[in-house]
């Protein structure tokens, strides 16, 4: 059996009623699209979330969205997430990377990582990808595969 995407992962978080606006950290957000990352550090409750996908909700890019918890320290299902968000925004994407991962001897990450975002630089728009609550993350294999992505950045990914 195939390992399921539990697709709820994938949802941009609606707007809460009565935020507090933040036209500067959406301001300096914006800025940020013109590098290749951005990242949001605080404590937990400061409204990074809210923030974020306020952010987002307005940037006019795409937005692919996957709230990461305990179970994506497992590297495949990780990367298997993570193909799921990006499909949120482009469709076409991924098949190659999901079917390697899911086959009986899959090869290694950095082989799936390749497909992948050799695919997202095929991209027409520009695209931004948010992992949320990446602070759950622990393991040295999903940390690998992630600064992998981030040195080989497609220029249509932010």
Request: include cysteine; glycine fraction near 6%; charge should be negative.
């Amino acid at each position: 059996m195939s390992t399921p995407v539990l697709v709820t992962k994938l949802f941009i978080p609606r707007p809460r009623p009565n935020v507090v606006p933040r036209p500067r950290l959406i301001e300096r957000l914006n800025d940020g699209l013109h590098g290749s990352l951005s990242l949001i550090s605080a404590p937990a409750g400061f409204g990074k979330t809210t923030v974020v996908s306020e952010w987002v909700a307005g940037c006019g890019r795409p937005t692919a969205w996957l709230s990461l918890d305990d179970g994506d320290n497992d590297p495949a299902r990780f990367l298997l997430h993570l193909v799921a968000a990006l499909q949120t925004v482009a469709p076409e994407i991924g098949e190659e990377a999901v079917s390697a991962l899911q086959s009986s001897r899959p090869p290694p990450n950095d082989v799936v990582l390749t497909v992948l975002l050799n695919e997202i630089a095929r991209l027409p728009n520009r695209i931004v990808l948010v992992l949320d609550d990446y602070h759950v993350i622990d393991t040295e294999p999903v940390d690998v595969a992630l600064t992998f992505v981030i040195e080989h950045l497609p220029p249509p990914m932010h």
